[in-house]
């Protein structure tokens, strides 16, 4: 009996749809746990932000593994990867696409450095923690956001941008502390202003002897929500002079490659483009970047704090 049903057409058909039912069901609990640190967070920058961008080696051992417009960079040391910032969750399987076809493991990624608490830079950081078993590296100002997943409530752009997987597991760094691994000494910056915790992060990249002083850059750009002051207000006393003194002190940093968080802030896409067209001379060796950079976000806050000047004058709206 059990052979004849087993031959038979009802059978047969209860057979699939049990199969399907399985199927089903499978889906069905997939999407009920969906991966909560690669849910798309979804901004109209995204498609901008994500821009597709083939990886490439900057100059020795560091290499862009970012996107067209946001960067993120790969340093190869004798024990390991590091890796600087994270961009969103949702690109988190491209970033690991990027590292792998470079030759490397996602597994030998052993430091995930972040230049914001912002979810554009560390959105992704969970993600790529947890696949990588990396620790997350930040500022204590930025660890505190990163372990909220949210924007903290000093920061200038406070309640008006997305939250972002949290982070559980940071190690946080002093300003100056250097961070090394197999060789490489990679040294954190503070560059409060744009974010309470901005850290930007230096070290040396050698290629044929030559060392030169690499720079990734945390957005020195001076935005925020509706109603912030740079300038006192109730809520905080003038926030300008140490932002300026982030600015000065960037200027200043030993830096022969700048790669900002946002390539276009400092020309990155084009330098990508041009690297990909010929490696002699390197777009990206300009001993005058940094302060380049620093000069022009100077310039950015001045015209800030002229129009928050100005409007004080001509009193609340
Ligand atoms: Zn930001």
């Not at 915790?197 to 750009?221: H, I, Y």
Request: proline letters at 6%; hydrophobic letters at 45%; glycine letters at 8%.
């Amino acid at each position: 009996m059990f052979d004849r049903l087993r031959r038979s057409p009802a059978r047969r058909f209860a057979g699939a749809g049990l199969l399907l039912a399985t199927t089903l069901a499978a889906s069905a609990a997939g999407a009920a746990s969906p991966d909560l640190l690669t849910r798309p967070i979804e901004t109209p920058f995204a498609e901008k932000w994500l821009r597709p961008q083939a990886p490439a080696r900057i100059y020795g051992d560091s290499y862009y593994v970012g996107f067209g417009g946001l960067s993120l960079v790969l340093i190869q040391t004798a024990e390991g990867l590091i890796l600087i910032d994270g961009a969103l969750p949702q690109s988190a399987a491209a970033v690991e696409a990027h590292v792998r076809s470079l030759g490397f493991r996602v597994e030998d990624i052993r430091y995930i450095l972040n230049t914001e608490a912002h979810y554009d830079h560390a959105g992704g950081v969970a993600a790529l923690a947890r696949d990588s078993g990396a620790t997350v590296v930040a500022s204590p100002a930025s660890a505190a956001a990163l372990r909220a997943g949210r924007v903290v409530a000093d920061d200038p752009q406070a309640g008006d941008i997305a939250g972002f997987p949290a982070i559980a597991k940071i190690r946080e760094v002093r300003d100056g502390e250097v961070l090394r691994l197999g060789g490489v000494a990679v040294t954190a910056r503070f560059t409060p202003g744009h974010t309470p915790g901005s850290t930007s992060w230096t070290w040396k990249s050698c290629e044929g002897g030559r060392c030169l002083d690499m720079v990734f850059a945390a957005s020195l750009n001076p935005v925020s929500a509706e109603g912030f002051h740079f300038l006192a207000d109730s809520r905080h006393g003038d926030l300008t002079a140490a932002y300026r003194r982030s600015i000065r002190a960037f200027a200043a940093l030993p830096c022969d490659v700048l790669i900002s968080a946002h390539p276009d802030h400092s020309g990155v896409d084009d330098k990508l483009r041009r690297l990909a067209e010929s490696r002699s001379p390197n777009p990206f060796i300009d001993p005058a970047a940094c302060r380049t950079y620093a000069d022009k976000y100077e310039a950015v806050l001045d015209a800030r704090i002229a129009k928050e000047r100005a409007a004080a004058v001509s009193g609340p709206k």
